[in-house]
């Protein structure tokens, strides 16, 4: 058995152009905590979570040429209630719909990051 190198991962950048919306969207639409809210020498450090999760993502708008990510895969217990409350605040989605590994649905923040969720 290979050593084990790491243990988790702590913080995922996703690139954003304004930290002040995209804080909305993830606390307000997604209903994630701020974690961390801090003064950075480029502007803040800013990481949210979903409640209980250990991992972050840091909405990072110091780098206006990093493309936005894609295929982060996150999990939601109830992907209608999810798809109703993106619709309710004008997200565009895709799904729910089934697929052979399980249900899911896909969008994008408002900085065009996409996002994979499976039914948990």
């Not at 913080?11 to 701020?34: C, I, K, M, N, S």
């Not at 801090?38 to 708008?61: C, D, I, Q, Y």
């Not at 309710?88 to 065009?112: I, T, Y």
């Amino acid at each position: 058995m290979a050593d084990m190198f790491i243990s988790q991962i702590v913080t995922v950048t996703v690139p954003v152009a304004d930290q002040e919306r995209a804080l909305a969207f993830y606390t307000e639409v997604l209903g994630f905590e701020v974690r961390t809210d801090n003064p950075f020498p480029m502007g803040r450090w800013l990481t949210v979570a979903p409640k209980g999760v250990a991992s972050t993502l840091l909405l990072a708008s110091w780098f206006p040429g990093m493309a936005p990510i894609g295929g982060l895969v996150l999990a939601s217990p109830d992907l209608d209630a999810l798809a109703a409350r993106l619709g309710e605040h004008g997200v565009a989605f895709e799904g729910p719909a089934d697929q052979p590994w399980g249900r899911q649905l896909l969008f994008q923040d408002p900085f065009g990051n996409g996002f994979v969720v499976s039914q948990a």
